[in-house]
């Protein structure tokens, strides 16, 4: 009678409560697809794990299970001892009402369910850890809570109706209790029961503080106490006395660096801006992609410190990730912004969205590098997570830059302070189909004048959005910084001191290793999308025009090469086939489109062509490869396949350090062996081991592929001919007449891509030559390796180009 009793009361209360969830209520959940994203089997029976006694969040997991066809919570399973919970709660709510028999209960049902597996073998429940929030807002420093914390229902119920659209639900991985209950004695299954219950209780804390983050300190006291620190004592004194000006005023100094730098993060500000970036980017964006994130999150479970190491393409990266990782669960990170951003409002907006502001210089500032590097330390002390972009500023190419160590540098000081919570740098991969700078970019690298930023440039460019497509943010494999060091110094521990200003002889080359690492890794991250696509083959083609059919059908040749012969396996590849792709490339308004009776033909004017060597250039190191093989086959005719490694062997160390490929040499070669057998297979080339041919029917596909790199070949021409000509040539001068000449070809042979003749493409490749043995420690020519790279390079260009670079000696 009392089980009926309290069955119906279950009910009851259960239909009372549902009604105002599903008014109040709009649960986001966490990851966005759980089912894909945490393999989730819908067929096996589901027991839901809850953190805590509450019958609201209950039937918001109950909507969400429905949504995404899973079990209902309300319905038990069914198991040899009759109809069990599907649902269990490991601890009691909040409240002087709450029974302390929770505990108690939920190890009673695991108990229950343990014995249950153990009597039916072929019984398999998974245990589903799922945590509802009604609001993510961080405790701060000093504020009391006065909550009607004892009144748990009645605050719960007043949390849903004023945060109910500010509520995620965090889906975690299944635990088969199957695979516990088979493997363990009956004797121990009441303390297999207690262990799961602790374990659980575990998780779901360390989730929440993985979710809402640390407690936010009241600004200028943090700032007060950093001014007191030995290290900024020490540096004011320091500044004193080099200035010949007083404590007082060194002190004021450097009171105002902090306050420029540091910032003031509000969840309210976050909220807001949340709210307008959802507004946005459905009527701005067709959708947002977010590929990767569950290590993510699983690391800062775990209490690790996170260093957020995006490439920079627009001043949307700023707001974007911090989006994605709040819509991921995730606490947004404290951001370096540059100091051109701390304009108003910008300034002001963002400084509460947690930027941080950094100057473009530190050198010759002792006091200002104290203070920032004081600053930096005790974010990570405290448990922030950061974000800079190792870049330093936006790519105008779509390349990835040479990376600006000292944020990163400063970093692994921070580790030499002895801080013991481990620190893991994970790459950003951040990619668009429409880059709100890019006319600005090409203007710039044709010499106008880089624009000051302001509000009136800001909204300027807002109002004139549209169209623009897909974002994509991949997360890279995280590198763990203590397992990095590690392996590449045994001994770093040594250097850890208090202080951490000491600077050993490996810190320099460590930080050189590590940022190319990481720039490795954010390229092996890539977004392929239908403007990339769609940009290269328009690109490589004679006057930047393809026929539809012929645009599709190399569209097509791409996506079987990257997906057969996938670059790496976090490399984002659309499944949608190519003519859809081209369909939502030409829906952006980026080509032009005639059309004759044959059919429609793509192409681009001379300024759109500029424009969309962007595009093309945020995904070139996934086809270079291909198309350098290409373009030795088809200069070739009939080429071994040893031959053809070892010209691309040789070559491939320029390619590597320009367009951060992360191959290592036997990567390589098995890379090449399946890029030739894929080539075979779509029928571009004929290929066996002993012999490499064109094949004709296909031969325009092949040299439109090969096209691809005639850039990048062009180039290396050039630098490699100055070089045979004067092995004696300064670097500097190396690197001015290389721009020079490739600036006249552009001109004269009707080049459009901007980064051609771009000062650190040469730059790089110049320190690329000398690192490679190519130039000494003098900086003098080795003839016989130049003569060899010469070559091989000169026959992969045309000779009308040759000719011209001849030419200008």
Same mark, same amino acid.
Request: with cysteine.
């Given at each position: 009678m009392l089980q009926w009793i309290t069955t119906w009361w279950n009910k009851l209360s259960f239909a009372f409560i549902r009604l105002p969830v599903k008014f109040f209520v709009k649960s986001q959940s966490i990851p966005t697809d759980p089912i894909k994203d945490l393999n989730i089997n819908r067929l096996a029976p589901v027991l839901y794990v809850l953190p805590y006694n509450s019958k609201i969040d209950l039937m918001v997991v109950q909507s969400l299970s429905r949504k995404y066809q899973?079990?209902?919570?309300?319905?038990?399973? $069914?198991?040899?001892?009759? !109809? &069990?919970?599907? +649902? #269990?709660?490991?601890?009691?709510?909040?409240?002087?009402?709450?029974?302390?028999q929770?505990? $108690?209960?939920?190890?009673? !049902? &695991?108990?229950? +369910? #343990?014995?249950?597996?153990?009597?039916?073998?072929?019984?398999d429940v998974q245990m589903l850890p799922v945590s509802v929030m009604f609001s993510r807002a961080p405790d701060k420093e000093g504020r009391k809570k006065l909550s009607l914390q004892v009144l748990g229902g009645t605050r719960k119920f007043l949390k849903m109706c004023f945060s109910g659209r500010d509520c995620y639900t965090r889906f975690s991985h299944t635990v088969s209790l199957k695979n516990f209950a088979l493997s363990i004695e009956n004797e121990k299954?009441?303390?297999?029961?207690?262990?799961?219950?602790?374990?659980?209780?575990?998780?779901?804390?360390?989730?929440?503080m993985a979710s809402v983050g640390p407690t936010l300190p009241i600004r200028q006291q943090m700032l007060k106490m950093l001014l007191n620190s030995q290290e900024i004592s020490d540096a004011i004194q320091e500044e004193a006395k080099s200035k010949n000006i007083s404590i007082e005023k060194a002190r004021k100094n450097a009171l105002s660096m902090l306050n420029e730098i540091a910032a003031n993060f509000t969840y309210r500000a976050l909220k807001i801006t949340d709210y307008i970036l959802t507004w946005a980017w459905n009527r701005l964006y067709q959708g947002l992609k977010v590929t990767h994130a569950d290590p993510?999150?699983?690391l800062a479970q775990n209490g690790h410190e996170i260093v957020y190491a995006p490439?920079?393409?627009?001043?949307?990266?700023?707001?974007?990730?911090?989006?994605v990782l709040y819509r991921q669960g995730l606490v947004p990170p404290h951001i370096a912004a540059g100091i051109n951003l701390n304009f108003w409002p910008a300034g002001p907006i963002f400084r509460r969205l947690g930027a941080f502001f950094i100057r473009r210089s530190f050198r010759g500032n002792k006091l200002y590098t104290s203070v920032f590097r004081k600053y930096l330390a005790e974010l990570f002390i405290r448990g922030y997570s950061v974000e800079y972009f190792i870049e330093g500023g936006r790519s105008r190419t779509g390349r990835l830059l040479d990376p600006k160590t000292g944020m990163l540098m400063m970093t692994i000081q921070t580790l030499l302070r002895g801080d013991p919570r481990p620190i893991s740098i994970v790459p950003v991969y951040i990619g668009y189909e429409h880059v709100l700078e890019v006319a600005t970019y090409a203007k710039e690298l044709r010499g106008a004048a880089k624009q000051k930023e302001n509000l009136w440039q800001t909204l300027k460019a807002f109002f004139k959005l549209k169209k623009l497509g897909l974002g994509y943010v991949n997360f890279g494999d995280p590198i763990p910084l203590n397992q990095f060091l590690t392996q590449n110094v045994p001994n770093w521990r040594e250097a850890i001191e208090p202080s951490g200003t000491l600077r050993p002889n490996w810190l320099t080359p460590t930080t050189n290793l590590l940022a190319k690492g990481i720039m490795e890794s954010i390229n092996s991250s890539a977004a392929v999308n239908a403007m990339n696509l769609c940009s290269t083959f328009l690109l490589a083609s004679q006057q930047n025009a393809l026929t539809k059919q012929q645009l599709i059908e190399h569209i097509n040749y791409?996506?079987?090469?990257?997906?057969?012969v996938p670059y790496s396996n976090l490399v984002t590849v659309p499944e949608q086939s190519a003519e859809q792709l081209f369909e939502?490339?030409?829906?952006?308004?980026k080509f032009v489109i005639t059309t004759d009776q044959a059919g429609e033909i793509v192409s681009l004017t001379q300024e759109q062509a500029i424009l969309m060597t962007y595009y093309r250039n945020n995904i070139q190191h996934l086809l270079i490869i291909p198309a350098i093989i290409a373009r030795i086959i088809l200069k070739q005719n009939r080429i071994s396949k040893d031959e053809l490694i070892e010209q691309v062997k040789l070559i491939f160390p320029l390619i590597k350090a320009e367009l951060f490929i992360y191959y290592e040499e036997e990567q390589l070669l098995d890379y090449i062996s399946k890029l030739l057998q894929c080539l075979?297979?779509?029928?571009?080339?004929?290929?066996?081991?002993?012999?490499?041919?064109?094949?004709?029917?296909?031969?325009?596909?092949?040299?439109l592929l090969a096209s691809i790199s005639k850039d990048t070949l062009q180039r290396y021409v050039i630098t490699f001919s100055l070089l045979q000509k004067d092995p004696t040539i300064s670097r500097a001068n190396l690197e001015k007449e290389s721009r020079l000449i490739a600036e006249r070809l552009s001109v004269l042979h009707g080049i459009n891509a901007p980064e051609f003749f771009d000062k650190g493409v040469f730059s790089t490749l110049v320190s690329t030559l000398k690192d490679l043995g190519y130039l000494d420690a003098q900086e003098t020519g080795n003839s016989e390796k130049i003569t060899q790279m010469s070559n091989t390079l000169k026959p992969l260009i045309t000779n009308r180009i040759m000719q011209t670079i001849e030419e200008f000696h």
């Open positions: 899973l079990p209902d919570p309300l319905d038990g399973i $069914k198991t040899n001892n009759g !109809i &069990l919970p599907a +649902y #269990i709660y490991i601890d009691k709510g909040p409240g002087i009402f709450a029974s302390k929770q505990k $108690k209960k939920s190890i009673e !049902i &695991l108990r229950q +369910y #343990i014995m249950a597996h153990q009597q039916n073998p072929q019984l299954i009441p303390e297999l029961a207690h262990k799961l219950s602790r374990v659980a209780r575990i998780h779901f804390s360390k989730q929440r993510i999150r699983e490439c920079h393409r627009s001043h949307m990266d700023y707001l974007l990730l911090s989006y791409a996506l079987i090469l990257l997906k057969s939502h490339a030409k829906q952006m308004g075979d297979d779509i029928n571009l080339i004929n290929f066996t081991p002993e012999r490499i041919t064109v094949n004709y029917l296909k031969l325009t596909s092949l040299q």
